[in-house]
Nanobody, 120 residues
């Protein structure tokens, strides 16, 4: 079994910063890719940023230049540094991971989500 534990959400004023963390634990053989998704009330979950085990990254256009995704493969950890936050960044941020388990099966896992609220 694999679990993703997120932390770092909260309430911040527009223009402020937050850093989200996601730690994967359990029966992990290899992490293939990790990412952050955002889901606002009544809307679909949308990609914010992803990072591969090799360090390649991809960002939604709305966060380019403001958010930075990073990872620590030794810790099975992923981070999202969010700067210059805007009210429209408000949503529940979910950690996502594509993992090959110890039984050599690839699965997709989701964290429980962490709320980020940006006040104007």
């Amino acid at each position: 079994q694999v679990e993703l534990a997120e932390s770092g959400g909260g309430l911040v004023q527009a223009g402020g910063s937050l850093k989200l963390s996601c730690i994967a634990s359990g029966s992990i053989f290899r992490l293939i890719e990790m990412g952050w998704y955002c889901q606002a009330p009544g809307k679909q979950r949308e990609l914010v940023a992803v990072i591969t085990s090799g360090g390649s990254t991809n960002y939604a256009d709305s966060v380019k230049g403001r958010f930075t995704i990073s990872s620590d493969n030794n810790k099975n950890a992923m981070y999202l540094q969010m700067n210059s936050l805007k009210p429209e960044d408000t949503c529940v941020y979910y950690c996502n991971a594509e993992i090959i388990t110890e039984w050599r099966q690839m699965h997709t896992y989701w964290g429980q989500g962490t709320q980020v609220t940006v006040s104007s």
